[in-house]
């Protein structure tokens, strides 16, 4: 299936490793010149040495800071004339209780979930008009929806950016803006091993068989995704196959979502 992507623009955040990584390979595949953003400039260099055969830029930013997502916006204007496409991915889990987690730690969480996302919106969606139209879309989490006890602080500002999504698919799809939001399930990322590395250590228990236990728990499929399944729909998304896909928010998740919730 021609997807139609081959000459676009996109700007990928939280593009070095993990699902954006992937998202990245995605797009490139279809010929999309890309923008990668993410804090760790090295790490950013070497994802764009994975990416033959298109234009890539790095820019070295910290979203949850203010003005940052104007620099990389005045940045991809700069390189590419603005963007075609943008993918929100650049977010990470938490840890904490509702009664401990001090003002600062729902601030960082939502100025990285939330305001990045707004903040881009702002300064990428009037190039994207004046370029006929394009694709946002935002990578939040089946948390959003289903929340995992341990990391309230995630599971709200998740679920403020599915709603963001949507409140932003209803204002911009008069310009020929498609707006969507994609709630991942368990996804084999970085973090999750090394998370289990950590809880591991010590133990009897290998990271390996700690992960294949909480898949077993959770997902009806019995696996993590790879990220490179849940890129492939984010891939799908950006393209004009998917023209009537509008303001909605889809679950990757392996049947891990309950419909009672």
Known sequence: MDLQLTGK?????????????????????????????GRDEDRLRSAAAE????RVLTVAA??????????????????????????????TGS????????????QHYWELHVM??????????????????????????????????????????????????????????????RVNAVNPGLVMTGDWVKTAKQLTEGTDQTWEQYLQEIADDNAPIGRFATPEEVADFFV???????????GSSYYVDGG???VTT
């Not at 990045?116 to 702002?122: D, G, H, I, S, Y």
């Not at 599971?155 to 949507?166: P, Y």
């Not at 799908?236 to 509008?246: D, H």
Request: proline share 5%.
């Open 9 to 37: 623009v996109a700007v990928i955040t939280g593009g070095s490793a993990g699902i954006g990584l992937a998202i990245a390979h995605g797009l490139a595949a279809e010929g999309v010149d890309l923008a990668l953003c």
């Open 51 to 54: 990416l033959p055969g298109v």
């Open 62 to 91: 910290d979203l949850a800071v203010p003005g940052e997502a104007e620099r990389l916006a005045e940045t991809v204007t700069a390189e590419f004339g603005g963007a075609d496409i943008l993918v929100n991915n650049a977010g």
């Open 95 to 106: 840890e904490e209780t509702i009664l401990t987690a001090p003002d600062e730690r729902w």
């Open 116 to 177: 990045a996302a707004v903040r881009l919106a702002r300064t990428i969606a009037p190039g994207m008009k004046s370029r006929g139209g394009g694709v946002i879309l935002h990578n939040a989490s089946i948390c959003a929806t289903q929340p995992l006890g341990y990391e309230p602080v995630y599971n709200v500002t998740k679920a403020a950016l599915v709603m963001f999504s949507k409140c932003l698919a209803n204002e911009l799809i008069g310009d020929n803006i």
């Open 236 to 246: 799908f998304l950006c393209s004009p196959r998917a023209s009537y896909s509008v």
């Open 256 to 258: 891990w979502l309950n």
